[in-house]
T-cell receptor, first 110, second 113 residues
Framework: GQSLEQPSEVTAVEGAIVQINCTYQ??????LSWYQQHDGGAPTFLSY????GLEETGRFSSFLSRSDSYGYLLLQELQMKDSASYFC???????????FGPGTRLSVLP | NAGVTQTPKFRILKIGQSMTLQCAQD?????MYWYRQDPGMGLKLIYY???????DKGEVPNGYNVSRSTTEDFPLRLELAAPSQTSVYFC????????????FGPGTRLTVL
């Protein structure tokens, strides 16, 4: 089976850097994805790690370590608009479904 | 490109009523998904489809049915609505390429009273 764990809430100030962790127990998966969801909105894709290491996309970076069963999303130069919920997700090797983590609510303070 | 569209945006049902949530995508994606999201919670997979004519159960399929007669459409049917089905429903699609990126529709907010 698969299960993912994330902190429920993280708070940071504008301009800061914040890291949102995702730990997982899974029998095998293709890669780790991250999605952002603003209140009342739909999830939108942010980043994907197929291989171990760091992927950078502008102010956002994502990291995966399969040996440690661990990944994280790094948000730099935080802006107020980054206040949202962030979900990690995996697609298991067997089956075409996705499994999402419970989400981390990020609050960016002025 | 409209992406993934869902109708209706909002709906209130009485217990025992039935309804169909519509989902369509114009990106020629083979894979489509239905999720529900309860307040303050993550996404739970209800059903998914890897192509026209093929559907499979997700984590929480009870009380729902789906069909996939075309690549574009993936409706979700609630036969006997119950208060436990009050939730926001998201449809998503993916090409299942290298990144497995899912594209989500705007959601349907359903209340069962």
């Amino acid at each position: 089976g698969q299960s993912l764990e994330q902190p429920s809430e993280v708070t940071a100030v504008e301009g800061a850097i914040v890291q949102i962790n995702c730990t997982y127990q899974t029998s095998g998966f293709y890669g780790l994805s991250w999605y952002q969801q603003h209140d009342g909105g739909a999830p939108t894709f942010l980043s994907y790690n197929a291989l171990d290491g760091l992927e950078e996309t502008g102010r956002f970076s994502s990291f995966l370590s399969r040996s440690d069963s661990y990944g994280y999303l790094l948000l730099q130069e935080l802006q107020m608009k980054d206040s949202a919920s962030y979900f990690c997700a995996v697609r298991p090797l067997y089956g075409q479904n996705f499994v999402f983590g419970p989400g981390t609510r990020l609050s960016v303070l002025p | 490109n409209a992406g993934v569209t869902q109708t209706p945006k909002f709906r209130i049902l009485k217990i025992g009523q039935s309804m169909t949530l519509q989902c369509a995508q114009d990106m020629n994606h083979n894979y489509m998904y239905w999720y529900r999201q309860d307040p303050g919670m993550g996404l739970k997979l209800i059903y998914y489809s890897v192509g026209a004519g093929i559907t499979d159960k997700g984590e929480v399929p009870n009380g729902y049915n789906v069909s996939r007669s075309t690549t574009e459409d993936f409706p979700l049917r609630l036969e006997l609505a119950a208060p436990s089905q009050t939730s926001v429903y998201f449809c998503a699609s993916s090409y299942s390429g290298v990144t497995d990126t899912q594209y989500f529709g705007p959601g349907t907010r359903l209340t069962v009273l």
